[in-house]
T-cell receptor
Framework: GDSVTQTEGQVALSEEDFLTIHCNYS??????LFWYVQYPGEGPQLLFR???DKEKGSSRGFEATYDKGTTSFHLRKASVQESDSAVYYC????????????WGLGTSLVVNP | EAAVTQSPRNKVAVTGGKVTLSCNQT?????MYWYRQDTGHGLRLIHY???????EKGDIPDGYKASRPSQENFSLILELATPSQTSVYFC????????????FGEGSKLTVL
């Protein structure tokens, strides 16, 4: 079945560091890929999505590019802030399956001032 | 602004007791979902619904029932609560379609003693 793998379970950075969170997927067909962010005490919320090969999604300084060749959708930000501390989830939703999202296990980002 | 409201936000129950978690959405979305979130497991789908009167089993339905009496409301029912069901539960709503995002509530923290 379809799956999403996030390599990093936890990431600790200092403010202004560069962030990369790796996301690789396995899916038949041509899924839509998502990044969600969950701040403490809240539910997850959409950061952005991408639906086509080479499409770049971006929001709040975060970005990721859909790469069908390497089946990846890595999250990057050039300069993180303490307010970016949160859990980040990569997810996919496949064509023909209108209801279920397949989630990665999440990456907890802690940014120290 | 999409709105998903869960109640109660916090609940302490005894083993063997019945627990009902309620969810209301004002988004007019077809689909609704119940997830549980546990450290090391990310978000796991318990039940979901395509519309009023329908419920479907997710990936971990054992020990849970669901009810969708209307477009707006979706309940998760634990008939005989167990300590292993101690968790944070999230309700979400979304439209049909593989590019559609999910909108989450703020979560319900359940402790079963």
């Amino acid at each position: 079945g379809d799956s999403v793998t996030q390599t990093e379970g936890q990431v600790a950075l200092s403010e202004e560091d560069f962030l990369t969170i790796h996301c690789n997927y396995s899916a038949s067909g041509y899924p839509t890929l998502f990044w969600y962010v969950q701040y403490p005490g809240e539910g997850p919320q959409l950061l952005f999505r991408a639906s086509r090969d080479k499409e770049k999604g971006s929001s709040r300084g975060f970005e990721a590019t859909y790469d069908k060749g390497t089946t990846s959708f890595h999250l990057r930000k050039a300069s993180v802030q303490e307010s970016d501390s949160a859990v980040y989830y990569c997810a996919l939703r496949n064509v023909g399956d209108n209801s279920k999202l397949i989630w990665g296990l999440g990456t907890s980002l802690v940014v120290n001032p | 602004e999409a709105a998903v409201t869960q109640s109660p936000r916090n609940k302490v129950a005894v083993t063997g007791g019945k627990v009902t978690l309620s969810c209301n959405q004002t988004n007019n979305h077809n689909n609704m979902y119940w997830y549980r979130q546990d450290t090391g497991h990310g978000l796991r789908l318990i039940h979901y619904s395509y519309g009023a009167g329908s419920t479907e089993k997710g990936d971990i339905p054992d020990g849970y029932k669901a009810s969708r009496p209307s477009q707006e409301n979706f309940s998760l029912i634990l008939e005989l609560a167990t300590p292993s069901q101690t968790s944070v539960y999230f309700c979400a709503s979304g439209l049909t379609g593989n590019t559609g995002q999910l909108y989450f509530g703020e979560g319900s923290k359940l402790t079963v003693l």
